[in-house]
Each structure stands twice: as structure tokens, then as C-alpha cells.
């Protein structure tokens, strides 16, 4: 069989990345290989994000540049997969003749038909949503991974309809994978080299809780603790809402399970956080939070922020600042609120000025950078046990993640790829730690 190219562009969270794999394993049966070079590739497939304005913008700005490709060379393929694809459907194939295939959140089963199909001159669109008894069977699994982590996905979609959140409507409702599938998998990883699981889902917190007769995320995580050869366990990403007494007790009694949890808060006001439908309030997001850090007094915490929400006062912001004083996250990831057609805040007037917006999100990147930088440093002296994952971007570097997920580089062989290793942390940088193996 020839060699094909493909390259492959991902935006946005976890979910997609763990769908970009199954798409490159399953171009591989139909004698794909993968390419870093856009200008390399016989496919060239776009993995994308609707959750925020930019990440869809930048979506069909590549879209929109390729077509002075595709007149030079006509043989190549364009596909568009994932949210955007989901939400936007046809009118993608409208709007971008040069476009072959519009392949939405539901239909990665068919991905492998499409490419034949786009091979043989025909477009096509495929974004219908499957019902439960479908899905069921269609979770995306990868053989094979040949990596020392690897993300297992335990359920899709979402039922919260946060305000300004669109996932509802290009991910579907929430449902969960079956605990005999999920524990097969995960059972099979460790004879690929995987040592680090990554339990997937748009609310990881809920599964097994909508009637699907599964058990509940913490029994789920128990189980997945006895399989021997995994020898760390990560999840994302929760609600805050959905934190039970009994998951949070997992940290007491789960040494794999890592000391490092994303729980996005998204604001720290009372009213905004209502006005988002998020389901709690401040108070009882920090009682989540210091429950955690009781029953794991080294947890790092991660989360998201959204500044500017519509209505936002500048009392309210304040409010957020608070709460990271208060939490001392690890990382946060924050942004401008942008709003997402078809969502409640879409309908909501927003009155306050860009420029306002620009200078809130300035001041709250720069009190997470201090927040970051004092975790980094305190780092500096102790010993770390860090899972080897590749080479880093320095020559004679390796690269890998603590229990906490910082990422330390130090000196070392590919050798080292896969191994847990004693190392000392002898440099705290603004995103990552610089070690020595011991």
C-alpha cells in the first residue's frame, strides 16, 4: 500500500486531543503516516474547538487560506472534524468549495469511509447525532499507544447547560461508557508500556449518574487503582457541583491516584456564578477545596476563569481575584468571555467595554504567574518522582510530569522514555521545573 501523508491540526480541550489519536490510528489502515508540514500532506485534517470565539475564528481563517492550495495542488484532501464541524455542518461544505469532508462529534466511525469516499471525488457531511444504544459502541479506544500516559475516555457529553457554554449542543448529552468496556481497556495499557491512565469526560463527576446503570465515578476509580501496572491515575474534568464526599475520599485512599485535580471555577462571585447556571456557589466551591486539601494536604489544584462575563462589575471581579487568593491554583487557564450562538448568555446585553475586559484578564494572568511562579520555587530542593514521556525541546533533555502535572525537563537518554525516575528539582521557571536525576 502507498504511503499517504497526513497532517493533522487539534484545537481546544483533552477530548479532541484523545480523538486526534484515533483518528491518526485509524488513517493508519488505510496507509496514512502523519507529517508535522501542512504543505506535506495528501489529507489535511482540522480537529477543532467552538468553546471560545478564537479558537473557531482561527478555524476558518486556516480554512479560508488553503484555497490557494488546493488550486495547486487539487489531488489534496481537506477535512474539518470535531466542534465546529458539529455545530456548522453543511454550511461548512457551502461556504469552503475546496473543502472534502465535514466530519461532526458523533461520526468518527464513519471517518475511515469518508476518506475513501473523498478519494474518490465525492464530498460529504456527517454530523448527525447518535442516540444512547448507539454510542454506547462507539467510544473512541486506541491499540497500541505505545506511550508511557494515555487518555481513556469514560463518557461524552454534557447536561449542565452552563450559559455560555455551547458543548451541550456540539457534544450531546451526557452519557456514560459501560464499566466493562472502560476497565477492558484500561486493563490492556499496561502491556503497551502505558503506566499513566487519564480518565476522559466533559464532567467525569457525573458518570454512571444518569440512569445508565453503571457504577459512580469513585467506584470507577477505585477500580482502575487495582489494575496492576498503572501506576498513576489522573481524571478530567470535573464539576464542581457534582464533587461527592465519596470521590474526594478517593485522595485519602487511592496512593496512584495523582495529587493534582482541574476544577473550574469560572468566577468568584455569587451572582455571576448563578447568572452562569453553574449549580454552586463560592461557598460551597471553597468547601470543596478545603475538604480536598484535608484529605490531601499537597494537592494542586488547576481551573478556568472567564473575565467579562455580561453584567460583570468591577466588585464582582474583585470577587474572582479573592477566590485565587484563596485556592492558590497550580495553573489557570482564563479568558475573555466571548459568547457562542445558541447559548442563554448569547442573549444577554453586554455593555462593558472591550478595553475594560483586556485590563481585568491582564490583572488576573498576572496574579496567577506570581501564584505559579511561588508554587515553581518551592519546588526547588525536593525530590520529585517524574514519569518520563519524551524528549524535551533542548538537545540531551528529557522531558516528564510530576504528581502534580508540572513539567520538568533534565538531562537524559530516550532510554529514560517510560520510566519513573527519582529526580531533584533544582530550578523553578514561570511554566516548568528544571531536575536532576539522582
Known sequence: MPTKKLYIATFGCQMNVSDSERIVAMLAELGYTTTSHLREGDLLLFNTCTVRGGAEDKVHQHLANLRNLKKKRPGVLIGIAGCVAQQEGNRLLADYPWLDMVIGTHNLHLLQAMVRDAEAGHRRSETDFLDNSERQDLFPSIAGVNRSSAFVTVMQGCDNFCAYCIVPYVRGREISRRFA????????????????????????????????????????????????????????????????????????????????????????????????????SRERYLETVYKLKAVRPSIKLTGDMIVGFPGETEVEFEDTLSLMETVNYLDLFSFIYSPRPGTKAAELADELPKQVKLERLDRLQKLQLQHSRAHNEAYVGTVQQVLVEGLAKREGQVTGRIDSGRIVNLAGTPELIGTLVAVKIVEGYANSLLGELL
Open 181 to 280: 468496556d472502560v476497565m477492558q481497556e484500561v486493563r490492556e495499557l499496561p502491556d503497551q508500556g502505558v503506566k499513566e491512565v487519564v480518565l476522559l469526560g466533559q464532567n467525569v463527576n457525573s458518570y454512571g449518574l444518569k440512569g445508565e446503570g453503571e457504577p459512580p465515578f469513585h467506584e470507577l476509580l477505585r477500580a482502575v487503582a487495582e489494575v496492576e501496572g498503572i501506576s498513576r491515575i489522573r481524571f478530567m474534568t470535573s464539576h464542581p457541583k457534582d464533587m461527592s464526599d465519596q470521590l474526594i475520599a478517593c485522595y485519602a485512599d487511592l496512593p496512584k491516584l495523582c495529587g493534582a485535580l482541574h476544577l473550574p471555577a469560572q468566577s468568584g462571585s455569587n451572582r455571576i456564578l448563578a447568572a452562569m447556571n453553574r449549580g454552586y
